[in-house]
Each structure stands twice: as structure tokens, then as C-alpha cells.
């Protein structure tokens, strides 16, 4: 019972921080366009989450006539689901982070998402959204494969599948300062996965209607933004905690989410969508590489320590 409503009130929190995770892209995409953002609702337009969710969630469903009606309905739940099961990895109330398969946890959990992405384009029997399913699952294929190897370099660093590890393994130096390339690899690999600009090619908006949720409405949709925003936050706290340290009782912790949320949003007011073709080139010509390097040179940094320890 204790562990229900300790995961209970941790739900609350995400998706509470994903509404106003919302209200400060659009603030921040207001000022990057010279306008103001959401001003109106509530003092400074802090009610503003509240209003698009009750918005959403009380419009009117509408059905595709030819979808797959059960698979169309239940998929957007699957992909909520999946997006918040990721957050047993946080720490609440006892270090429930602490277990040994952690990284192996993450990967298999993030792995799941372009599922949810590629039935809700295949059901909902659309040429737009069938489209927009084909490009994430490819897309997720080419960059999960430099998210594992770079996640391998720091397995191999700290020899450990436990998330706690970095935090034992970044006492004197983050890992970042060594690894800095590897950092810039990793969040470009990080917004690719959670299909956020520079390259969102499954919704596409200005090439696509938009792409593979452009059949969904209402509460559907909704469910689809919360999924994707709560795994942002989530793909930037596992961010802080492989390279800028991992202390949680640390408030500067918490502040260093912050910023890395903010870059994903500053990202996608600066920068146009990359081509289909420079999007492989750069997963398969250009990370791939690094990251194969990183590891041969995180193998000799782990063997020279422990030659270094037991001689």
C-alpha cells in the first residue's frame, strides 16, 4: 500500500510538471518570436495547462471511420503508460533508483516507444499517419543503436548496470568533462528519440498534415502530448544523472534538469528540421563512429584503473 501511493502522488507530480513543462515551451517559444506566450488565463497564464487539459479532454471524440477501432483507441494509453512507467527509476521516499539492471530497465522501457508511435500511425488507417509511423520507426532504429553504445561507454566506465554507481563514479569529476563530444552525441541522440526538433520527422508538420497522430483528437491527442513531454523530462534527468553528477539531495540537481528541459525547448526555436537523408548520415556516418571510438577508449580507461587498484 505504501508503495501505490508513493508512486501515486509521484504520477501526480509528472504530470503536473509536464502541464507547465508545456506552459514554458510556449512562453519560450513566445519570447524566441518576439510575442508574448500564454498571458491570460490565471495570474501570468500559470492556469493555462489546466485550461488546455480540460479543453482537450472534454471535446468531442471523433473516430476514424475506417481505423482499426480497438487498437486505435487503446494505443494512445499504451503509450502513456509506457512513457510513465520509466519513473519507477526516480527516487521517492526510499532509492527505489537502486536496483541492479537499471540501464538495462531504461533501454528496454524507451525501446517500447516507437511501437506506440507505429500502431498509431498503422491504425488509424490514414496515407499521412501511415507515413509519419514508416519515418519514426526508422528513425528510432538508427539512433537507438548510438544511445545503447554510448550508454555502454559509461556501463564500462563504472562497471555497474546501477544508476547509483554514477553517482559514486562522479565524486571527484563529472563525467562530462571527459566526454564532452560524447555529451553533445548524447542529446542529439535524446531529442531524436523523443522525436522533438531538429528531428521531428514523425509528425512533420509542414511536410505531413501531421504525421502519425493527425487522426487523433480530444483526449487522444492529449494523451499522446503527455506521453511525449513526460519522457523529455525523463530522458533529461537520465541525462544529469550519466553526465552532470547524480547527487538527488542536491538542489543544484533539480536546477540542472531545468536547463537541460529548457535546451530541448530553445532547440526547437532556433533550429529547422533536418533532411530525411542528413538525418541517417548523421546517425550511421557520423555518431556510430564516435561512439565505437568512446568505447575502445572507455575499455583502456577501465583496465588501466584496474591494473592501477590491484597493482
Not at 36 to 50: R, T, W
Not at 158 to 166: H, K, W
Request: net charge neutral; proline share 3%.
Amino acid at each position: 500500500m505504501d508503495f501505490f501511493l508513493i508512486y501515486l502522488i509521484l504520477l501526480i507530480f509528472v504530470l503536473v510538471s509536464v502541464g507547465f513543462f508545456t506552459l514554458l515551451e510556449r512562453s519560450v517559444l513566445g519570447y524566441v518570436q518576439l510575442r508574448k506566450g500564454p498571458n491570460s488565463v490565471g495570474y501570468l497564464g500559470i492556469l493555462q495547462p489546466f485550461s488546455d487539459g480540460m479543453k482537450l479532454f472534454m471535446s468531442e471524440q471523433v473516430y476514424p471511420m475506417n481505423s482499426n477501432y480497438l487498437i486505435y483507441i487503446i494505443c494512445p494509453f499504451f503509450s502513456l503508460f509506457q512513457s510513465l512507467f520509466m519513473w519507477v527509476l526516480f527516487p521517492m521516499y526510499i532509492n527505489s533508483l537502486e536496483f541492479n539492471l537499471g540501464v538495462m530497465f531504461f533501454l528496454c522501457c524507451s525501446s517500447l516507444s516507437v511501437y506506440s508511435l507505429m500502431v498509431c500511425g498503422w491504425s488509424s488507417n490514414s496515407i499521412y499517419s501511415m507515413l509519419g509511423c514508416i519515418r519514426s520507426v526508422s528513425q528510432a532504429i538508427s539512433y537507438e543503436v548510438s544511445l545503447s553504445l554510448i550508454l555502454l561507454c559509461y556501463f564500462l566506465l563504472v562497471d555497474s548496470y546501477n544508476f547509483i554507481s554514477f553517482f559514486y563514479g562522479q565524486f571527484s569529476i563529472w563525467f562530462i568533462m571527459i566526454s564532452i563530444p560524447l555529451f553533445m552525441c548524447w542529446l542529439s541522440c535524446c531529442m531524436a528519440e523523443s522525436n522533438r526538433t531538429p528531428f521531428d520527422f514523425s509528425e512533420g508538420e509542414s511536410e505531413l498534415v501531421s504525421g502519425f497522430n493527425v487522426e487523433y483528437g480530444s483526449g487522444g491527442f492529449a494523451l499522446l502530448f503527455i506521453s511525449e513531454y513526460s519522457s523529455i523530462i525523463f530522458i533529461c534527468l537520465i541525462s544529469c544523472v550519466i553526465f552532470l553528477g547524480c547527487n538527488f539531495n542536491n538542489l543544484s540537481f533539480y536546477f540542472k534538469l531545468i536547463i537541460l528541459c529548457f535546451l530541448f525547448l530553445w532547440v526547437r526555436g532556433t533550429l529547422p528540421r533536418y533532411r530525411y537523408d542528413k538525418l541517417m548520415y548523421l546517425a550511421w556516418k557520423c555518431y556510430l563512429p564516435i561512439t565505437l571510438n568512446y568505447i575502445l577508449m572507455f575499455i583502456l580507461l577501465s583496465t588501466l584503473c584496474f591494473y592501477h587498484f590491484f597493482l
